[in-house]
């Protein structure tokens, strides 16, 4: 029985493996309910454009929702097509992330939070204009690092 269950878990880790997408900073900055996740008041700066010694933060943001897979369709056939859109899945798990560096920010007592990169799997993503998305077997994430400026 123990076996089984070994079993079940690791085919889920194996259907699991994550797709890479990359999309439009400006696009997901734009979205209709950006301002519910991402504050004013904050300045934001994309890619690595500081390099004096700041305060770095990471975060990230994952999303299971606007994840266009059918109900019915088999987790091996879900993962080959390659016809779904993962767009707006990414862009609300990439401002969730903005908003979770917000937050650690504003505990630092911070507003400024420069030198945005993404860093899923501690691999770093560098783009003024494009954000680096996970789509996994069962979320969206976005995980983003920064640096704090004063």
Request: aromatic fraction near 10%.
């Amino acid at each position: 029985m123990k076996k089984l269950i070994a079993l079940a878990v690791l085919s889920l880790f194996a259907i699991g493996k994550d797709q890479i997408f990359y999309h439009n900073i400006a696009d997901a900055l734009n979205l209709k309910n950006a301002s519910e996740y991402v504050r004013s008041g904050f300045i934001m700066e994309f890619s690595k454009q500081y390099n004096e010694e700041l305060k770095s933060i990471k975060a990230n943001g994952s999303t299971v929702r606007y994840r266009n897979k059918p109900h019915n369709m088999p987790a091996q056939d879900y993962q080959e097509e390659e016809e779904i859109d993962y767009t707006k899945s990414c862009q609300y798990a990439f401002l969730a992330a903005l908003r979770n560096l917000q937050k650690l920010a504003e505990k630092n007592g911070s507003k400024n939070i420069v030198n945005i990169q993404g860093n899923f799997k501690n691999e770093i993503y560098d783009s003024k204009d494009k954000f680096q998305c996970a789509v996994g077997g069962t979320k969206t994430t976005v995980a983003l690092k920064a640096d704090l400026k004063n």
